[in-house]
């Protein structure tokens, strides 16, 4: 039998990508062919970004590496089988667009038998999924530099300890910054100063929006529609928990394709109006400050 072996680590798709991928997924997930269809006719890669998804799947259950020490036959032809597997996936979507829903329903079918247990339903597998390659995608695909910084390299190699914690450093940095934006949008009043502010951050209009829609995430989620445990198996508490992860979702969509301040405007804008609907504008800023300042993960 061959050798032990170890894959390359798989580069995170693009953020864009994990959006159109995932929005696919759920579509033919519901039946919802119509809007499924849409989505293949408007992202004509759509085949590949699902065998991309797929190959996040297979390969770390299947591949002979560090996770198998003392690798066996078995191994092998395991490993030869989530190979030909992908491969042969790989060239099916090489027919065309009509191709992606029936990749996506092969997806589907294995995550289903990978990861839904029995009390969970493929939409909570899905928005896992999702939400992991997303915050693995903003991390591997940073905003564009400003003219102050250097633009970052995108590497294959496993980040260190250092380069870890500096990438912790970096999002709350835009926490907090998208914070302030926020704030600063809340109380603008027009003044010279209130301008000149403004104007500093559109300076960077694409990394705000980013920043603004990160922020909303963990806004939207973690703190206006909190369900307190004792309510946690309700049937509101579950409605409210899917509207706000869909509306982060379709958030952070137009922030990541925004074409700068006026994105990052709008988007903070909608956010000041939902603080505002609980009347606890001050009092929720101070909050995912305060988790930034106690060290709580930026991303939600």
């Known amino acids: 039998m061959p050798e032990n072996t170890t894959a390359l680590p798989l580069v995170p798709m693009p953020p864009d990508a994990v959006m159109d991928v995932f929005d696919h997924?759920?579509?033919?997930s519901v039946d919802d062919t119509e809007f499924a269809g849409e989505?293949?006719?408007?992202?004509?890669?759509?085949?590949?970004?699902?065998?991309?998804?797929?190959?996040?799947?297979?390969?770390?259950?299947?591949?002979?590496g560090e996770r198998v020490p003392e690798p066996y036959d078995d191994s092998f032809v395991l490993n030869a089988l989530g190979s030909v597997f992908v491969t042969t996936l790989r060239i099916w979507a090489t027919a065309g667009?009509?191709?992606?829903?029936?990749?996506?329903?092969?997806?589907l079918h294995l995550i289903t038998q990978l990861l839904v247990q029995d009390d969970e339903e493929l939409a909570d597998a899905l928005e896992h999924l999702n939400a992991?390659?997303?915050h693995q995608a903003i991390q591997a695909y940073p905003a564009p530099a400003t003219d102050k910084e250097s633009p970052m390299e995108t590497t294959m190699q496993t980040a260190t300890g250092t380069e870890q914690a500096a990438q912790t450093v970096e999002e709350r940095e835009r926490m907090v910054r998208a914070a302030d934006y926020t704030e600063l949008v809340w109380r603008y009043q027009g003044t010279g100063q209130e301008q000149t502010e403004l104007a500093a951050f559109h300076s960077d209009g694409s990394a705000l929006a980013r920043a603004v829609g990160e922020f909303g995430t963990v806004l939207l989620t973690r703190h206006l529609t909190t369900v307190p445990d004792e309510h946690a198996d309700c049937e509101a508490g579950y409605v409210m928990?899917?509207?706000?992860?869909?509306?982060?979702?379709d958030?952070?969509?137009?922030?990541?394709?925004?074409?700068?301040?006026?994105t990052a405007w709008s988007a903070a804008r909608f956010l000041v109006e939902c603080m505002q609907e609980v009347d606890q504008v001050s009092q929720l800023l101070a909050d995912v400050r305060?988790?930034?300042?106690?060290?709580?993960?930026?991303?939600?």
């Open 97 to 107: 667009p009509d191709t992606a829903e029936p990749l996506a329903r092969i997806a």
């Open 39 to 64: 989505l293949a006719a408007a992202e004509p890669r759509m085949p590949e970004l699902i065998v991309d998804v797929v190959e996040r799947l297979v390969v770390p259950v299947t591949t002979v």
């Open 290 to 300: 305060g988790d930034v300042a106690t060290g709580q993960p930026a991303t939600a």
């Open 251 to 262: 958030l952070m969509r137009r922030c990541l394709t925004s074409d700068g301040a006026e």
């Open 132 to 134: 992991v390659a997303l």
């Open 241 to 249: 928990h899917k509207l706000a992860t869909v509306t982060s979702r």
């Open 25 to 28: 997924l759920r579509a033919v």
